[in-house]
């Protein structure tokens, strides 16, 4: 029933940034974990950034001090703010969400960043 929605991605230059939203559809309660994934191609899926209700947040290594992820106003929306991307952030980014009980993911929305 509930649904995530990505977009924000496009093709940036390496030392650019873009901003990738997230909002999930058909929930009647706050959300308590979403954040982002990535999987570039022939790669796992990893961990990007994580926010819960209470405003803590984890961050893969690679991306400290280069990336925020932010809840937004509306209820169960986050954003990925993604500043100095290098060329290995190309991947598609999925939005993620933790419901407890299940884990639901977003179609992904494709950021690539040249050299």
């Known amino acids: 029933q509930v649904q995530l929605v990505e977009s924000g991605g496009g093709l940036v230059q390496a030392g650019g940034s873009l901003r990738l939203s997230c909002a999930a559809s058909?929930?009647?309660?706050?959300?308590?974990?979403m954040g982002w994934y990535r999987q570039a191609p022939g790669m796992l899926r990893e961990l990007v950034a994580t926010i819960t209700t209470g405003g803590r947040t984890d961050f893969a290594d690679s991306v400290k001090g280069r990336f925020t992820i932010s809840r937004g106003n509306a209820r169960n929306t986050v954003y990925l703010q993604m500043n100095g991307l290098r060329p290995e952030d190309t991947a598609v980014y999925y939005c993620?969400?933790?419901?407890?009980?299940?884990?639901?993911w977003g179609q992904g929305t494709l950021v690539t960043v040249s050299s």
């Open positions: 993620y969400a933790n419901l407890a009980s299940r884990e639901l």
């Open positions: 058909g929930s009647d309660y706050s959300i308590w974990q």
